[in-house]
């Protein structure tokens, strides 16, 4: 390759992307990663550098679903015409991590494609919460996405081993770190957790760090970070985009807009329920609900103390909504369907 051609092997160009890409390119097209994303245009890296690109209008009229669109961290097949780029397919996904979209329509917003490891950030301060890290689990746990739970910092926490347990109690297998912008193994710690050639995505409320995560990987102030409350201990969110940075080490990282409501969107896997799913083949009904049912070896172990109330609300509700949303996303395909058709009816 040429010296002023850029390796795209460094983000994350691998056999996967390049045997789907081969099977289906045609002539004059490249592969290339999204690593931004605006209201007009995308930027890309491909052998040719970074350049902004545009969606064709074929990718934009054959879908149906947002998610059927580019995001952060895909890969696509472009053309480039006097350095402007235009993204002409949308290669396959290894997977993605994604929520529910806000609006009247039922329909799926991905924040991060193709990705190795979600780091799910959540700060020891009034940020920590176990409901909002259990749903953070269990959509990573439906995307196929190695999870990482980093608690940040730590440095202003009095009980900081006591709530890395109780993370732990309902994470089951998956690691979970007390880290701190201003410790150096720290940044060793999580700069060690992400390969060269690997991507790793940074999601969590507004105000629990991800950016100084990012910034203190890079060894530079390159993403804004916005100020403490004194009276809260908050930091003020400021990343308004996603943006995919490489690292000196070789990683890559994904930097996501903070997330003060996160709605599943796929069947979710009840990640850090495995006490519920074990009491639940004691039961004497195979389809038993644990409500009035006689013989009920979950609500017997609640009224017996072994098995904590509150994690059973918060499976419980988890179930209720999967169900909900089925219905939901069934009624909402058809709309979006119709809408489809219309508008290849009237072009």
């Known amino acids: ?3 002023d051609f850029l390796d795209i092997a460094a983000f994350g160009y691998d056999e996967f992307f390049a045997s789907s890409f081969k099977k289906e390119s045609e002539s004059g097209e490249l592969p290339a990663r999204v690593v931004g994303h605006n209201r007009h245009y995308y930027e890309i890296c491909c052998e040719r550098g970074r350049i902004s690109a545009k969606m064709s209008g074929a990718i934009r009229y054959a879908s149906t679903l947002k998610s059927e669109l580019p995001a952060v961290g895909d890969w696509v097949a472009v053309s480039i015409r006097q350095d402007k780029g235009y993204i002409r397919r949308l290669l396959p996904r290894k997977n993605y991590f994604s929520r529910r979209s ?3 329509v039922v329909d799926e917003q991905v924040i991060a494609a ?5 780091f799910l950030v959540m700060s020891l301060d009034e940020n920590y919460n176990l409901k909002r ?3 953070y689990l269990s959509i990573a746990a439906a995307a196929r996405i190695k999870p990482v739970i980093l608690l940040t910092k730590s440095d202003i926490c009095e009980n900081v081993d006591e709530k890395v347990g109780q993370a732990a109690a309902i994470s089951e297998r998956v690691p979970v770190y007390a880290v701190s912008s201003l410790s150096e193994e720290s940044f060793e710690l999580v700069n060690s957790l992400i390969k060269p050639g690997e991507t790793a995505v940074f999601v969590g409320s507004s105000g629990v760090g991800k950016s100084t995560l990012v ?3 890079l060894g530079e102030e390159r993403l804004a970070t916005g100020r403490v409350s004194a009276a809260t201990n908050k930091g003020q969110h400021t990343t308004s985009a996603r943006e995919l940075i490489l690292l000196n080490s070789g990683g890559i990282v994904i930097d996501t ?4 409501e996160l709605q599943m969107w796929q069947d979710e896997e009840l990640t850090g329920f495995g006490q519920i799913e074990e009491l639940a083949k004691m039961c004497r009904f195979a389809d038993c609900l ?3 049912e006689p013989d009920c070896a979950v609500k017997q172990a ?3 103390g072994t098995l904590s109330a509150e994690l059973f609300e918060m499976w419980k509700k988890q179930q209720a909504e999967t169900r909900e949303l089925r219905l939901q996303k069934e009624r909402s395909l058809k709309i979006l369907e119709t809408r489809r058709a219309k508008r290849k009816k009237g072009k």
């Open 290 to 292: 644990h409500e009035t």
């Open 114 to 118: 193709n990705i190795d490891t979600a």
């Open 102 to 104: 806000a609006g009247g």
């Open 133 to 135: 890290l259990q749903r």
């Open 302 to 304: 609640i009224e017996e």
């Open 215 to 217: 910034n203190m990987l």
């Open 257 to 260: 807009p903070g997330m003060r």
């Open 1 to 3: 390759m040429a010296a």
